[in-house]
């Protein structure tokens, strides 16, 4: 079939195998080209297909050679109709780690599971070395307590009272204002059920339960803090109590740890174009006069960018920078205050009429087809082809 982009509200309902393999290949190629990174051997990343879990597989299987194991829960695309991104992108890497000489398994589940734990258990003692490198990059909306079998809903909203603000609709450049009804009790803590620090602990229970872990092993999970007009639906709202749960999480992990001489980070990301970010409101708009901002000052980093050099210039130089919550910084140029400044003076004066001219609407619709296989040069999208 020849697949076109579909999506609506700024969520793809779609994708494109071809185009999802020939990003993927982009990514391996930056990797190789920025040179060997003295990294993890075996690396388990859980959520493994998109964004931040994907580049963190490719840079330690590209950039460090490591033995590489994804767990992700993606559909498979039929006769009749696609599979997600996430699908074509585990089949991409699996392909080019293979022509690499790379060991790289995969567990297409539920992450959240304890029967996929105990799989990924026996999946990692099918080769000898042990875990070096945790990555904990789960984006799931919802979760299944294992221990109540309850299912948790996480939720976009404030906290303590209604938001009202601006955001975008990426495809069509129309500025709109919005509203959120603030997060109930229950609501708050269903979301930090679902992407607090409980479930990155059960991870490592397992791991050191079954003796899996290397001496000096590291986990790692991602964050994100973002600037002030963000932070009412973002690090002040529910999303972030989750996140902020995450880094107190870290900080226990890191206790575990210590009997194998490991350690735990949150590393603080910057804002980039996922399928995550692109529904939260006010996100996409900021990210779109950032994007401007930072590429004009030549400081704009995509994701695999910023995943390398998280492994080069963080994570495995010895003594690893972090901040005085223990948190890893590469949201540091993000968060330059000339950036902030220029962002900050574009949002007040944006708006449907000028949209196009003041944000990097261009770089970030790009970036959105990408995620998904689609606007990628060399591909011909106009061809048949075997969903």
């Given at each position: 079939m020849v697949i076109e982009p579909k999506f609506r509200n700024n969520i793809f309902i779609n994708s494109h195998p071809t185009g999802c393999a020939a990003e993927v290949r982009r990514q391996i190629e930056y990797v190789r080209s920025k040179g060997r990174i003295q990294g993890p051997r075996k690396a388990l990343v859980v959520g493994s297909s998109t964004g931040y879990g994907l580049a963190s597989r490719i840079v330690a299987a590209f950039g460090c050679g490591a033995e590489t194991i994804g767990i992700a829960f993606e559909k498979e695309g039929s006769d009749k109709r696609p599979g997600t991104a996430g699908w074509y992108n585990t089949l991409a890497f699996q392909k080019e780690a293979v022509a690499a000489g790379l060991q790289a398994f995969d567990i297409n589940?539920?992450?959240?599971?304890?029967?996929?734990?105990?799989?990924?258990?026996?999946?990692?003692?099918?080769?000898?070395?042990?875990?070096?490198?945790?990555?904990?990059?789960?984006?799931?909306?919802?979760?299944?307590?294992?221990?109540?079998?309850?299912?948790?809903?996480?939720?976009?909203?404030?906290?303590?009272?209604?938001?009202?603000?601006?955001?975008?609709?990426?495809?069509?450049?129309?500025?709109?204002?919005?509203?959120?009804?603030?997060?109930?009790?229950?609501?708050?803590?269903?979301?930090?059920?679902?992407?607090?620090?409980?479930?990155?602990?059960?991870?490592?229970?397992?791991?050191?339960?079954?003796?899996?872990?290397?001496?000096?092993?590291?986990?790692?999970?991602?964050?994100?803090?973002?600037?002030?007009m963000t932070h009412a639906i973002y690090r002040e709202g529910t999303i972030g109590r989750a996140k902020e749960d995450l880094e107190r999480g870290a900080r226990e992990i890191g206790g575990l740890l210590s009997s194998v001489?490991?350690?735990?980070?949150?590393?603080?990301?910057?804002?980039?174009?996922?399928?995550?970010?692109?529904?939260?409101?006010?996100?996409?708009?900021?990210?779109?006069?950032?994007?401007?901002?930072?590429?004009?000052?030549?400081?704009?980093?995509?994701?695999?960018?910023?995943?390398?050099?998280?492994?080069?210039?963080?994570?495995?130089?010895?003594?690893?920078?972090?901040?005085?919550?223990?948190?890893?910084?590469?949201?540091?140029?993000e968060l330059r205050p000339d950036v902030q400044n220029d962002v900050a003076e574009l949002w007040t004066r944006v708006d449907t009429a000028n949209f196009e001219r003041l944000a990097d609407a261009e770089g970030y619709r790009r970036d959105f087809l990408a995620v998904h296989g689609f606007g990628i040069p060399g591909v011909d999208y106009a061809a048949d082809v075997d969903p």
């Open positions: 589940a539920d992450a959240y599971a304890t029967e996929v734990k105990e799989r990924a258990v026996e999946t990692l003692k099918r080769t000898p070395a042990k875990v070096d490198l945790l990555v904990y990059s789960l984006a799931s909306p919802v979760r299944t307590d294992p221990a109540t079998g309850i299912l948790h809903k996480s939720v976009l909203k404030p906290i303590g009272g209604a938001y009202s603000a601006r955001s975008v609709d990426v495809m069509s450049g129309e500025v709109k204002d919005f509203s959120v009804e603030p997060a109930t009790a229950q609501e708050i803590a269903d979301t930090v059920k679902v992407m607090g620090a409980e479930d990155w602990k059960l991870w490592i229970a397992a791991l050191l339960g079954a003796g899996l872990l290397a001496e000096g092993a590291v986990a790692i999970a991602y964050s994100y803090i973002g600037p002030a001489g490991g350690r735990a980070y949150v590393s603080v990301n910057k804002a980039v174009v996922t399928r995550s970010s692109a529904v939260i409101p006010v996100v996409p708009l900021y990210i779109s006069l950032l994007f401007k901002v930072m590429k004009a000052k030549g400081v704009h980093e995509d994701c695999i960018a910023q995943i390398e050099r998280l492994f080069a210039d963080r994570l495995y130089t010895g003594d690893v920078p972090t901040d005085a919550e223990g948190r890893i910084r590469i949201d540091d140029l």
